[in-house]
C-alpha cells in the first residue's frame, strides 16, 4: 500500500450507533489531519496530531473522538451522530503541522451518511 | 475574519483556456496552495506558491500577488480529465491552512 488509505470508503449508520473511522498513512509523515468535507463548503479541519500529540481541535462536538496510536495511524470514533453530519471524511498527512511549505497529502475518503 | 473566495463553477471548451482566480484575506501569508479534485476522490497538490509572480508547471501554471491578496490557476490545453473541483488554501501566520469552498470546472466537448 502506499499514500494514505482510508477504510471504510462508505458508511450508513443510526444516530444510536458508534462506529470508527480509519486512516493509515504509509509515507512516513509525522502529522495526520482529520478534514470534513460538505457539498459546497470549504474543508473543515476537525483534528491535528503532530508526533502523536493533538495540536489541533477545531471546536469539534465530542461526538467525534480521535485517536492516534502511532504516526502511520489515525482514527475517527463516531458515537450518536446527527443527520447534519453526513459529509465526506477526509484524512491527511504531512511531514509536520508547520511550517510555510508543508503539502498534505490526502486519502480518498469514507461517504458517511446519518439517517 | 479569515476568508478565501474562489467562483463556484465555471464551464470552458477541450483544447481551449481557463483561469481560475482565488482571492484571500487572511491573518498573515506563508504560501498558497492549490489542490484537484475529481469527484469521489482525494485532493491532490498541483501548486505551491509563496513569492509573487508566475510558476508554470507543464499545462498548468499558478500566479500569486501578495499585495492584491490574489491568485490564480491557469490550465492550458483542456483535456476532458481536467474536469474536476480545484481548491484554494492558504497558509496563514499560525501555519493553519484555510481552505477556499472549490471551483467546480466542466470541461465540454
Partial sequence: ???????????????TNKKSLKCEQH????????????AKKPLE????????EQTENNSVPS????????????????????????????????????????????????????? | GQNIDQPT???ATEGAIVQINCTYQTSGFNGLFWYQQ???EAPTFLSYNVLDGLEE??????????????????????QMKDSASYLCAVVDSNYQLIWGAGTKLIIKP
Avoid at chain 1, 500500500?1 to 444516530?15: F, K, S
Avoid at chain 1, 479541519?45 to 502523536?52: E, Q, R, T
Avoid at chain 2, 501554471?61 to 492584491?68: A, D, G, M, N, T
Fill in chain 1, 1 to 15: 500500500e502506499t499514500g494514505v488509505t482510508q477504510t471504510p470508503r462508505h458508511l450508513v449508520m443510526g444516530m
Fill in chain 1, 27 to 38: 509515507l512516513g509523515h509525522n502529522a495526520m489531519y482529520w478534514y470534513k468535507q460538505s
Fill in chain 1, 45 to 52: 479541519l476537525m483534528f491535528v496530531y503532530n508526533f502523536k
Fill in chain 1, 63 to 115: 461526538r467525534f473522538s480521535p485517536e492516534c496510536p502511532n504516526s502511520s495511524h489515525l482514527f475517527l470514533h463516531l458515537h450518536t451522530l446527527q443527520p447534519e453530519d453526513s459529509a465526506l471524511y477526509l484524512c491527511a498527512s504531512s511531514q509536520e503541522s508547520s511550517g510555510g511549505y508543508n503539502e498534505q497529502f490526502f486519502g480518498p475518503g469514507t461517504r458517511l451518511t446519518v439517517l
Fill in chain 2, 9 to 11: 463553477e465555471m464551464t
Fill in chain 2, 38 to 40: 475529481h469527484a469521489g
Fill in chain 2, 57 to 78: 508547471k507543464g499545462r498548468f501554471s499558478s500566479f500569486l500577488s501578495r499585495s492584491k491578496g490574489y491568485s490564480y490557476l491557469l490550465l492550458k490545453e483542456l
